[in-house]
């Protein structure tokens, strides 16, 4: 047995943390754990939606297993599906996978009387468990209206009925997307970028703005970093640099008597004082490259292909987690976790058995060159 | 959840069920950073059968018990991230509430 760990050990760091969204990194890991999680997150974590529709009136304009179909959809707060039983595996209810163990039964009785037309709103699911209910979209900040909370299941006209029974279930999104709990989770290698400083010298000012320019994202920026320079309040001299952020500067700088505008240094003289500015090109956010080769090719397009090194980190991962709103963000990778350490304990716990049964006749057969 | 295994122990190839590439990459990465395995991969034969084959070789002990070690210690590293993410939660939640409090003093 070993008994020293031979795997590196995972470090993470939250970046963002909200209720519904979290951002973090994963470092000291290979893809295929990251993935492994991701994979994890979407389709096997558990959550508990609509399962099973008892229709007794609908007399509005959608059919019933349209109605049906959106029940299902809609996320319920799914805090107790980890300790829940599924349906199937449950011995205490009598067959029907209806008892208080495994579902959660839900009605809603809808009808309009009045010339207006009705909304029939998730906020009209009325559950039997107070601790599953339609997830409340609504900002937690007071002066959000309160019309638009709740998902519209349907609109009734004046004398249009809905009365339904249904049962929710616990589920994972392998099996239906409804019980996926992410909305989306995201990973994304992180980049090294390295600017080659010496090239990026011969560059004339507007060669860089340009090459800064042909990234879709904002991810270099050019910055004016003063050498010698003293920042005074004399008159023209600082009206004339504080004008000097962004592309405001070549343009001011020919109010006041050029000295001389070489490649990456513009040199002004002003009231008898000298300033030199040099422009570099700083990476403002690394992660916000999205890994197109665009200021590469640019870089080739002006001829100077080793400009700029772009390294995707193999074992450094950004994840965004957005949940739908059933499961918090944070829980959610956690019962992530928790279901991949159950699927290796299943695996490692059977193992104890060993079968070569007629099912694996072919596969035997196979291997011994039958 | 079954094997598939042959006379001589060091080799086989586990045929799981109810698995997919979610389970298996992971557990072929770890065995393969274990110094007694000598090959280790997986397939998927079909993708709409749920089956997947993990082979292992190792360098003489059991790929059974190889393949145990190796799931114990993916085992131990999702303890870890759980653990780290947890404290990092924490972390997180203290010092907005300290930057909130901060900002309510000043």
Known sequence: ?370 | MEIGSHSDQSKSTFCLVDEDHTFANPVRFTLNQDPRVTFCGYSIPHPSDNRVNIRVQTTGDPAKEVLKDGCQELMHVCQHVRGTFDKSVNDFKRTKTNTEQNMDTK
């Open chain 1, 1 to 370: 047995m070993e008994g020293v760990s031979y795997a590196r050990m995972p470090r993470v760091k939250i970046r963002e943390l909200k209720d519904d969204y979290a951002k973090f990194e994963l470092r000291d890991t290979d893809a295929s754990i990251a993935n492994a999680l991701r994979r994890v997150m979407i389709a096997e974590v558990p959550t508990i939606a609509i399962d099973l529709v008892e229709i007794e009136v609908n007399s509005s304009v959608l059919n019933d297993e349209f109605i049906a179909h959106r029940l299902g959809l809609i996320p319920l707060t799914s805090e107790r599906a980890m300790s829940m039983r599924f349906s199937r595996d449950c011995d205490a209810c009598d067959g029907d996978g209806q008892c208080e163990f495994c579902s959660v039964e839900f009605h809603l009785r809808v009808k309009c009387m009045t010339d207006q037309t009705l909304d029939v709103s998730s906020k009209d699911l009325y559950s039997s468990d107070h601790s599953v209910v339609p997830v409340d979209f609504s900002d937690p900040s007071n002066h959000e209206s309160s019309d638009n909370r709740g998902i519209i299941i349907v609109k009734l006209r004046r004398g249009q009925e809905l009365r339904l029974r249904a049962i929710a279930r616990k589920g994972i999104g392998k099996d239906h997307a409804k019980w996926s709990p992410a909305a989306t989770v995201t990973f994304m290698y992180e980049p090294e970028i390295h600017i080659n400083e010496d090239l990026m010298e011969t560059l004339t000012l507007e060669e860089k703005r340009e090459w800064v320019d042909s990234s879709p994202t904002r991810v270099f920026e050019i910055d004016p970093v003063t050498q010698q320079c003293s920042l005074l309040n004399y008159g023209f001299g600082y009206a004339l640099f504080s004008a000097f952020i962004g592309n405001a500067i070549v343009n001011s700088v020919h109010n006041s008597k050029l000295l001389s505008l070489s490649s990456s240094r513009i040199i002004s003289r002003t009231n008898s004082k000298e300033w030199c500015l040099t422009f570099i090109v700083m990476v403002v956010d690394a992660e916000a490259y999205t890994y197109d080769d665009e200021v590469l090719k640019k870089a080739e397009a002006m001829g100077k292909p080793g400009l700029v090194e772009i390294i995707a980190r193999q074992d450094s991962f950004i994840f965004t987690v957005e949940s739908t709103g059933a499961i918090k963000a944070s829980q959610l990778v956690l019962n992530a976790i928790e279901i991949l350490k159950q699927k290796l304990d299943a695996v490692r716990l059977s193992e104890d058995t060993v079968e070569a049964d007629d099912q694996f006749g072919e596969l035997g057969a196979h291997m011994r060159g039958g």
